[in-house]
């Protein structure tokens, strides 16, 4: 790297010409004298702009990351006497824009958050800074996170945050210092919204999809023998794990399912035989926890990865990060230790992580959501139309104060059921929350859409193109969908948690 100097606009002015060309860039002063032909636009284009301060044009076309990416090969110096008045944003750090974090970031008093959480956000959110160009090459690649990367995820223990507080955590490292014994739900929604904000849907749920839903059978449901082996291994990245229950012929009608499970002669083995599709991570597992139908009904089982199973990438709205797959079972041997709970009470096993999967999803779901609000904020500001910022556009406003106030009322809920998640013995979540989360998620995921719809507007073009300053824009509204779908549908939630709240419903209760 060249030594830095001290230069006047004057000197920069003179560097205007091909093989020879300077811009100024919030006072910095940047050679892009071989750059030039590198550049996207044309050399042309770049050199037009030789020897002024293009700062503003600068903006207005390219985020602060590429700025990033290329400042340290092409910054020359600064102008003397002047200082910089744009932050460069820094790994971990906290947004300053109106809304781009939840409340208790932004000033306001929280009875639920305190400094560990603070702490564990800040450290998770610097280890997904420094992830995030390679995560932003795999998406675009369709290549899910590599072997090395997820068990730096695993070791920094930031897989182990997004499966919620339990005897699993005791002597596992946690971002932010925080002690497994002090670690709640709270700071597993910080974990799931930091995973939702990265911007990259796919390869986040290439990163937590797979295991957030697939481990906890195992967790709560397996022997003693599965648990010691398969946890560890899981939490630490060293093996990875998937939830396969949907088939072609069965998504929420869980009933439905043909994959079938017959003893051998002998007792000790079930041989598996049928498909699963649209299986989250299922072309990278190597286990697999699997609802299957016994001689006794639903059961779900724990299958390793073996030369009887066969898994095909399934093309959807987004990257092949997130390896989404169909799965062939063909005439695979499975102990019969490997029965998660008991055979023939496998909806129960089923049905154990719902709530908490559904409300992970609520987290991650506005985790992206706050993102692209954030985006639309700082792109509304600096974006200049007809002589003016768009912010300074009444119409445009009006998109943002819709955009936020049903982002900050949908939150205020989620904390609010996290609080009870807290407070609250499983049995006592089970009869009381289903409803709540289900209606959450449904309102969670409506939200998202509006939010999408007019983030698409705001950005125009840019909202539709995959690269560039609508990134994040384009990539939530081609994929919020997944939150509206996945853990059950806008459908059957609404009709969930009105089903349930009937089930309260006093019987002397009249108008």
């Known amino acids: ?3 830095l100097r001290s230069l006047t606009r004057q000197e920069v002015a003179k560097h205007s010409v091909e093989g020879d060309c300077w811009i100024i860039i919030d006072s910095e002063v940047y050679d892009v004298s071989k750059f030039a032909d ?22 207005g076309l390219h985020r602060q990351e590429v700025l990033v990416k290329y400042a340290p090969k092409l910054r020359i110096g600064a102008i003397s006497g002047e200082s910089a008045k744009i932050k460069i944003d820094q790994a971990g750090d906290i947004s300053k824009v109106p809304y781009a974090e939840p409340s208790h970031l932004m000033g306001f008093r929280s009875p639920y958050f305190k400094e560990t959480h603070i702490a564990f956000r800040k450290h998770l959110r610097s280890i997904y800074t420094e992830i995030l160009p390679e995560a932003i090459l795999a998406e675009d690649a369709g290549k899910h996170p590599t072997p090395a990367m997820y068990r730096q995820l695993g070791e920094e223990g930031v897989l182990a945050s997004q499966v919620g507080p339990g005897p699993w955590l005791k002597g596992l490292k946690l971002p932010g210092g925080v002690k497994p014994e002090e670690f709640d739900y709270f700071h597993e ?50 093996k990875r794990i998937c939830l396969a229950i949907t088939e072609p012929y069965a998504g929420s009608d869980v009933a439905s399912i043909r994959t079938t499970a017959k003893r051998t002669a002998d007792g000790k083995h079930f041989i598996v035989n049928g498909v ?53 079972f063909e005439d695979v041997k499975v102990p019969v230790e490997n029965i998660l709970g008991k055979e023939g009470q496998g909806f129960q096993v ?11 999803i609520c987290g991650a779901v506005l985790g992206g959501t706050r993102r692209v609000i ?57 009869t009381k929350l289903a409803g709540p989360i289900a209606l959450l998620k449904y309102q969670c995921t409506r939200v998202a859409h509006h939010v999408s719809d ?18 994040t824009v384009e990539s939530f509204q081609r994929t919020y969908k997944f939150g509206a779908i996945l853990g059950g549908s806008e459908e059957i939630m609404a009709d969930l948690g009105v089903r349930q709240a009937m089930k309260q419903f006093p019987q002397d209760a009249r108008l």
């Open 38 to 59: 590198m550049h996207p636009g044309g050399a042309k284009l770049l050199i037009e702009f030789g020897g002024k301060d293009v700062t503003e044009d600068f903006y």
């Open 350 to 360: 089923i049905m154990y992580n719902f709530n908490h999967e559904r409300w992970y």
């Open 374 to 430: 954030e985006d639309c904020f700082k792109w509304a500001n600096q974006r200049k139309v007809f002589g003016k910022s768009l912010l300074e556009q009444p119409v445009i406003r009006n998109k943002l104060a819709g955009m936020i106030s049903q982002l900050e009322a949908v939150e205020s809920w989620l904390e609010n059921i996290t609080y009870q998640m807290c407070n609250m013995s499983y049995l006592e979540q089970s």
């Open 454 to 471: 007019d983030a698409c507007q705001i950005f125009g073009g840019r909202g539709i193109t995959k690269t560039g300053m609508g990134r």
């Open 189 to 238: 929604l910080i974990a799931h919204q930091e995973t939702g904000r990265l911007g990259v849907p796919a390869f986040s749920d290439g990163i937590s999809s797979g295991y957030t839903i697939g481990l906890p059978p195992i967790m709560n449901f397996g022997t003693p023998a599965l648990k010691a082996k398969i946890i560890p291994e899981v939490l630490l990245g060293k």
């Open 276 to 328: 699963k599709k649209w299986i989250t991570n299922g072309t990278f597992s190597d286990y697999f926890s699997v609802a299957v139908r016994t001689e006794k009904g639903i059961t779900m089982l724990f299958i390793e990865r073996d030369d009887a199973i066969e898994t095909k990438a399934i093309k959807t709205s987004y990257s092949a990060s997130a390896g989404t797959s169909y799965i062939t």
């Open 1 to 3: 790297m060249p030594e």
